[in-house]
Nanobody, 130 residues
Framework: QVQLVESGGGLVQPGGSLRLSCAAP????????IGWFRQAPGKEREGVSC????????????YFVESVKGRFTISRDKHKNTVYLQMNSLEPEDTAVYYC???????????????????WGRGTQVTVSS
């Protein structure tokens, strides 16, 4: 059964940093676009970032929602078969459960909508508070 495993969440003070990891035991992530999503209590799920697959003309393309631009980065480590979301200058508004998701994808752009993804992790809690 294919699955994704998130890790790296926790409690951090405003202005701090966390690095979330998305690992894929059992399948290779290179052919997959990977998205990071978050859901805060009482709010709808929000697409935070994505990185395109290594296939096709859009390989490595990335996307960030406006509220995290300049603070978050996304990257792949092919040797570790893991995608990272580096989160810097964290704000209380970043508090949420963060999920990674995957879709086998060869498109020229990074898919943003959550409905496009068919493999999901269980999430990791990020709490930004003093």
């Amino acid at each position: 059964q294919v699955q994704l495993v998130e890790s790296g969440g926790g409690l951090v003070q405003p202005g701090g940093s966390l690095r979330l990891s998305c690992a894929a035991p059992g399948f290779i992530l290179d052919a997959y676009a990977i998205g990071w999503f978050r859901q805060a209590p009482g709010k709808e799920r929000e697409g935070v970032s994505c990185i395109n697959s290594e296939l096709g003309s859009g390989r490595g393309d990335t996307y960030f929602v406006e509220s995290v631009k300049g603070r978050f980065t996304i990257s792949r480590d092919k040797h570790k078969n893991t995608v990272y979301l580096q989160m810097n200058s964290l704000e209380p508004e970043d508090t949420a459960v963060y999920y990674c998701a995957a879709i086998k994808w060869g498109g020229s752009y990074c898919p943003v909508g959550g409905a496009m993804y068919d493999i999901w992790g269980r999430g990791t809690q990020v709490t930004v508070s003093s």
